[in-house]
């Protein structure tokens, strides 16, 4: 009996077929913490070569690719979706935690921006409009004096 004819040749398998067989086969031989350790090392590598404003900017256009093709809404409900998982990881106490934690630097944040302030202003020396010294006679001058 002759064999049935299928169209391919024994032992022939496609592009896609022989990659996924060499994926598994790696997987097997060296665990999925080997995909993660050279992921790690290529970005490392990547990074050194290309700086961070690379990756800036393919996240960014990422972001735009998918706000374009799902709308701002996705990020509406892939939002929702990451708060609910958290809270019922965490609970509701997280929540309180960590909003403490941001206001208490907000407030810390917000302080030494003004301390910052009051001494960059007592750095600069005064212009002759803002010094208000008495003119003779005086009077406040208003206008800087004619040499």
């Known amino acids: 009996m002759a064999e049935e004819n299928t169209g391919k040749k024994k032992g022939s398998m496609s592009v896609s077929e022989a990659g996924r067989k060499g994926g ?7 665990g999925h913490s080997f995909y993660e ?4 090392k290529g970005g490392e590598t990547v990074k050194a070569e290309r700086g961070r404003a690379f990756y800036e900017l393919i ?3 990422g972001g735009d690719t998918v706000k374009a093709e799902r709308g701002a809404a996705f990020y509406e409900q892939i939002g929702k979706k990451g708060g609910e998982a958290v809270k019922a990881e965490r609970g509701t106490p997280f929540y309180e935690e960590i909003g403490k934690k941001g206001g208490h630097r907000v407030r810390t944040l917000i302080e030494e921006g003004k301390k910052a302030a009051i001494e960059a202003a007592a750095a600069m020396p005064k212009t002759e409009e803002e010094d208000e010294t008495p003119a ?12």
């Not at 598994?24 to 060296?30: A, E, P, S």
């Not at 350790?37 to 790690?40: F, M, V, Y």
């Not at 003779?136 to 040499?147: D, F, K, L, T």
């Open 24 to 30: 598994q086969t790696v997987r097997d031989k060296y």
């Open 37 to 40: 350790e050279i992921g790690r």
């Open 59 to 61: 996240g960014k256009k």
């Open 136 to 147: 003779p006679g005086g009077e406040v001058s208003a206008e800087p004096a004619q040499e």
